[in-house]
């Protein structure tokens, strides 16, 4: 057995085995790469753990440094499942405003260019008036009907 114990170990002698191995045989501690010693008793107490039906705390299987945290729970699920849904909604709400706006700008858009292609049709038929007056010698009677 990787942490020294009987059949019969309680709980609590688990834990205290697995927190003083940990403290012996960590990586850091013992200042080797080799963290094969140290794996093997994490997978044995999370293997004690698991065969009573309590997860206390777990180490993730690293060279280095060890992480200390909480099982997810069903309400952790839940939680993280809501606060995705509303990240979800939030970032397609965002993506529908984005849409309305380019419709709106878009449609600004075509209206101004319209009107600029009228100004311009319009420019293009006062010079083509102005073209056909001159043309036909108007111009002159018409300044002589100022004087």
Request: charged share 30%; with cysteine; proline share 1%.
């Given at each position: 057995?990787?942490l020294?114990?009987?059949?019969s ?6 834990k ?21 010693a ?15 039906g ?11 440094k060890?992480?200390k945290?909480?099982t ?22 965002e ?12 449609e600004?858009?075509?209206?101004d ?33 100022k004087?």
């Open positions: 057995m990787a020294g114990l009987g059949i170990a309680s709980e609590q002698q688990i205290m085995a697995y927190k003083d191995l940990v403290k012996k045989c960590h990586p850091d501690v013992t200042g080797s790469s080799d963290a094969s140290y794996n093997r008793i994490v997978e044995a107490y999370n293997f004690l753990c698991k065969d009573n309590n997860i206390a705390l777990t180490h993730s299987k690293v060279v280095g060890t992480t945290r909480q997810a729970s069903n309400a952790d699920y839940y939680r993280f499942q809501k606060k995705a849904e509303k990240a979800k909604q939030r970032k397609k709400e993506f529908e405003k984005k849409q309305k706006d380019f419709a709106a700008q878009y600004k858009q075509e209206a260019y319209k009107r600029a292609m009228e100004a311009i049709d319009a420019i293009r038929v006062a010079r083509s008036i102005q073209s056909m007056i001159w043309a036909n010698g108007m111009e002159k009677d018409w300044d002589d009907d004087n």
